[in-house]
């Protein structure tokens, strides 16, 4: 059972550690040598009393990642053969969780100090099934960093909470993601798909479960630096997207507001090719006039000179101000997100390109991946 917070008789609570739910953090791990005792650390530095195991999953990895981990003082098991998935690397270490709550993190994240203590603490007060925390590139050199730190900057202030506004999440992000044991025991992980933690959190949605987002916690990721991984990242993203739909296109409907967004983003993805066309040509021949349309023999008129860039501009207007806003709450600087702007437009017109090519890939040709591919 869960132990919840007790009050005295004064009427303050006690919030001595062992009232609180404690904490197993679970570290699925494959050839992550470079960065796995950095991630450890920053567990071993959580404020939070109540982390009773640190357990690294190393998924036969062939570079001494178990070694390292071991050498940081921290519980490791091993696959006996690599799985080819997160998914079940993380269903092979399902007996071995001890704690009130299981934190997911990836071997490549490092928390802020109170993440632990926070999303804990916030448990004891209103149980959930799962919750997750903001994302922010741990390096912002590459075209891609950049480009994805707006990315996680405008997507979490505009669409995360949105979403987590209206009780929905699309993805309780598996680089950072908080459970309740016996949920995620009874749920599992999904093995039919490349992206656990969005099928996961469907189905936890689509049955009515708590899902939560905690905007004011961070996880810093590292995100990729070359375009090969890049690649390899959104491939694995967009087609697991796909089948996640795939499994879930009998049952989705049960959560109307997750079908919704499900429509929105697909659509929004198919058509993105669309709008940048019509970017570049607007660009290259400017809209001149205005264009009239007849309907039952009345005429509409539709100012094309003025509404096409106004338009343009506002979308661009709005992803500016979003990001800066949420950067000012993380304490991001400016010049971080300035950078970013040009390439977060260059490189969602890819983007564009790698969601037609992974709905291509996935439901017409039918080319499915069946290995896990890093992000890094």
């Not at 900057?153 to 950072?176: D, E, N, P, W």
């Not at 708590?210 to 087609?239: C, E, N």
Request: with cysteine.
């Amino acid at each position: 059972m869960i132990r919840r917070k007790k009050k005295k008789k004064n009427g303050k609570e006690n919030n001595s550690p062992r009232e609180l739910p404690t904490v197993t953090v679970a570290i699925p791990a494959f050839n992550e040598r470079k960065s796995i005792a950095d991630t450890v650390k920053s567990i071993q530095n959580q404020t939070y009393q109540n982390i009773i195991q640190i357990l690294v999953i190393d998924d036969s990895s062939t570079d001494g990642t178990g070694d390292i981990a071991r050498k940081c003082g921290v519980k490791v098991i091993r696959t006996p053969f690599n799985s080819g998935t997160k998914s079940r690397a993380l269903n092979f270490a399902f007996p071995y969780l001890k704690g009130d709550l299981t934190a997911i993190i990836d071997a490549d994240t490092i928390l802020e100090s109170q993440a632990v203590k926070v999303m804990a603490e916030r448990f004891a007060e209103e149980p959930y099934a799962s919750a997750c925390s903001c994302v922010f590139p741990q390096i912002r050199k590459s075209i891609w960093q950049h480009a994805r730190t707006i990315e996680y900057l405008y997507g979490f202030f505009m669409r995360k909470k949105t979403q987590a506004y209206l009780g929905v999440l699309m993805v309780s992000s598996g680089c950072a993601t908080i459970f309740d044991t016996k949920i995620l025991l009874e749920y599992g992980y999904s093995e039919g798909t490349m992206v656990e933690d969005m099928e996961l959190t469907w189905r936890l949605v689509i049955a009515k479960e708590k899902v939560r987002f905690f905007h004011d916690i961070v996880a810093f990721s590292k995100d990729p630096d070359t375009w090969k991984i890049y690649k390899q990242q959104m491939k694995r993203w967009l087609q697991g997207y796909f089948q996640t739909i795939s499994i879930h296109k009998k049952d989705i409907w049960k959560s109307k507001k997750l079908a919704t967004f499900v429509l929105w983003y697909t659509t929004e993805g198919l058509v993105g090719l669309v709008i940048y066309a019509l970017l570049i040509w607007s660009i290259i021949f400017p809209p001149a006039g205005n264009l009239v349309i007849a309907l039952s023999g009345h005429y509409l008129v539709f100012p094309v000179k003025f509404v096409m860039p106004l338009m343009y501009l506002s979308g661009f207007a709005l992803i500016v101000v979003g990001a800066l806003y949420q950067a000012s709450k993380l304490r991001v600087s400016k010049k971080d997100v300035l950078k970013g702007i040009l390439p977060y437009f260059f490189v969602n017109a890819i983007n564009c390109v790698l969601f037609l090519a992974a709905f291509l890939n996935e439901w017409v040709l039918k080319r499915k991946p069946d290995t896990w591919e890093k992000g890094h």
